[in-house]
């Protein structure tokens, strides 16, 4: 399975952008379909943390710190995952990952060992 982000780049703080996440190689939509996905980001000196995630189901979950200003979603005859960052601010800044995920107790961790390289949001105040 491949994955690759797209979508990031500068913005003003208050801006928005919609990334996206491309999965790709040997797995089907129906596969594709069953998979829980999930946005993750890393910032510069600081852990991967999960921002938000979309189960088979439709069933969304987000982390509080972006609860309200983004919105994950997705097309499973595509493949795609996407995310929707409104409001933006300048602790948003981050490199951006999709993956799979695996929901364990409260949270998601991420499923699968390969990720893409992420696209970079940067906010700027």
């Known amino acids: 399975v491949q994955l690759v982000e797209s979508g990031g780049g500068l913005v003003h703080a208050g801006g928005s952008l919609r990334l996206s996440c491309q999965v790709s190689?040997?797995?089907?939509?129906?596969?594709?379909?069953?998979?829980?996905m999930g946005w993750f980001r890393r910032a510069p000196g600081k852990q991967r943390e999960l921002i938000s995630a979309?189960?088979?189901?439709?069933?969304?979950y987000y982390a509080d710190f972006v609860q309200g200003r983004f919105a994950i979603s997705r097309d499973n005859a595509k493949g795609m995952v996407y995310l929707q960052m409104n409001n933006l601010k300048p602790e948003d800044t981050a490199a951006y990952y999709c993956?799979?995920?695996?929901?364990?107790?409260?949270?998601?961790?991420?499923?699968?060992?390969?990720w893409g390289q992420g696209t970079q949001v940067t906010v700027s105040s």
């Open positions: 979309i189960r088979s189901s439709g069933q969304t």
């Open positions: 190689g040997s797995i089907s939509p129906r596969d594709f379909s069953g998979y829980a």
């Open positions: 993956n799979a995920v695996d929901p364990v107790r409260d949270t998601f961790n991420p499923r699968w060992a390969n």
